[in-house]
């Protein structure tokens, strides 16, 4: 059974055609037609969930986990504009997303039509492109070439695009056969819509580096990858390369820096000075060290090269080159130009991290029950080779002062930073991957996104820790909040838990108030079961804060 409309016929062929294997379904009426197609298409995994914005970010996570475009169908309307949160992530994060959107025709736009807004390029500042279909047999041939773009430009240049799809009524009509139609083949100049590629200057780079002593490489969200991990590797046998990597880039280094605010978070003025480096190097997505920003925002290298495949970032604003490729391509032909320095660059820095790492341990090993205290915990627990997602705000930060076993893989959506649909993404990443996935997420970005728990499909092997601290912890952290006299506006208090929406949702519900009981509970909780769980944890709202900074202040 599939939708009698030409156009929707065309959209659902298009998805097949691109290897469009999995499309997330919101309910409606107006996209009946793509409804009815796609849930009965042999090669197409039709998925449904009801919230539009839990839908997006289970997609997201899906195409997170796939590295390949997943399509999001919803109704004409404000349905749609709730997948602008997870469609800013997309953009920033690099992720293809496929939204495709029912829509009245335009002769029912603003005349007082039910469920109808100005659909057409609604996202224009954070899409790669938009296809403004029409539903009209003269304009099939355009309706194709428009489609045949859209989807190559999600696959090549990784981000979200959005096919408006006006359809008139009849809306249940139905036959029984599909058509097929015939896509095109585009030409690379007529893809790319960023950046013109241009040419790598090697040479001139090679000099310039091989003539320092103080080189750094920094490391944002990085996609999983034995290739770079090995390309580091010999980077970091360089005695005049400090590698710094954050939780989020999936690399490991004996030789590099993995807890960048354990590092850099007490050092003086003087150390700063000698910490500055003459050449940068920075690839991979956004970073969440505050400290590592500052830091090079005030002492910025001579030179700072940025090597991305889509987009430049300067993040220091000191930025002298954009080597737009790959970095396995950049580092693999670079490293073929240069030579190691001698410089004692790197022994400094790793013989303060080695300091700085004795000193953690003495402090945890007396640290009460507190958010920090937990973290070593949680971490300590998580099995081995799990896909481990995180929350922002204060639990990305917290992941940042710990060394992660190297068989994990951490994830994390930094490219807007939001808390706004993390558990989603989570859920969505855990459907895609065979690998357990563990989701640690603080109180309030999970219940600002419980309706992600409202989805059939959520695996059985699914963890969530959830650390409760009453309100917004990040706001006890930062410096600001508690000069004012406004706090609880952005502490938000309250005395929620999740036990009653486990019973909803159908997770087993566990919680803990003290070291010994989380220790307890985290025995066994990672094994087989009948259903996903949640671990609920309490930590000590006015408590949390000082003993994080007393941490800082032992370190020193």
Known sequence: ????????????????????????????????????????HPTIEAISVVDERCAAFFALGIAQQKQKPVAIVCTSGSALLNYYPAIAEAFYSNIPLVVISADRPKHLIDIGDGQTIRQENVFENHILFSANLIDDAEFKNENIKLLSKVFQISETQKGPVHINVPFDEPLYETVNELDTFKFLKLKADAVITSETKQAVRYNNLSQIWNSSTKKMILVGVNYPD?????????????????????????????????SIDQLIFSLDENQFQELQPEVLITFGGMIVS????????????????????????????????????????????????????????????LQLRDEK????????????????????????????????Q??????????????????????????????????????????????????????????YDSNALWNANIPKDFRIILINNSGGGIFKIIPGPKTTNATKYFETPHTLTAEHLCKMYGFDYLKAVTTEKVNEQLEGFYDLSEKPKILEIFTPSEENDLILKAYFKYIQ
């Open 226 to 258: 034995a290739d770079v991990q090995v390309l580091m590797n010999e980077f970091a046998n360089d005695a005049s390369v400090l590698i710094l990597t954050e939780t989020t880039s999936n690399l490991h280094l004996d030789k590099g820096i993995n």
């Open 1 to 40: 059974m599939y939708p009698k409309k030409e156009l929707a016929q065309i959209v659902i062929s298009a998805c097949s055609q691109f290897n469009i294997d999995t499309v997330v379904i919101s309910p409606g009426s107006r996209n009946a037609p793509l409804t009815v197609g796609f849930s009965n």
């Open 357 to 388: 790492r004795v000193k953690h341990q003495q402090y945890l090993s007396k640290a009460p029950h507190s958010d920090f205290k937990v973290f070593e915990q949680i971490i300590e627990s998580i099995p081995a080779k799990s896909h481990l």
């Open 390 to 447: 995180i929350s922002n705000s204060s639990i990305i930060r917290y992941a940042q002062l710990f060394s992660l076993d190297i068989t994990n893989n951490v994830f994390c959506n930094r490219g807007t930073s939001g808390i706004d649909g993390s558990t989603s993404t989570a859920i969505g990443a855990a459907f895609a991957t065979k690998n357990q996935t563990v989701f640690i997420t603080g109180d309030i970005s999970f219940f």
């Open 290 to 349: 505050k400290k590592i920003k500052q830091f090079l925002r005030k002492y910025p290298p001579k030179q700072h090269w940025n090597v991305d495949e889509f987009k430049k970032m300067d993040t220091f604003f000191c930025l002298s080159e954009f080597i737009k490729t790959k970095p396995v391509v950049f580092f693999t032909e670079f490293g073929k130009l240069i030579e190691n320095t001698a410089s004692n660059y790197q022994q400094k820095w």
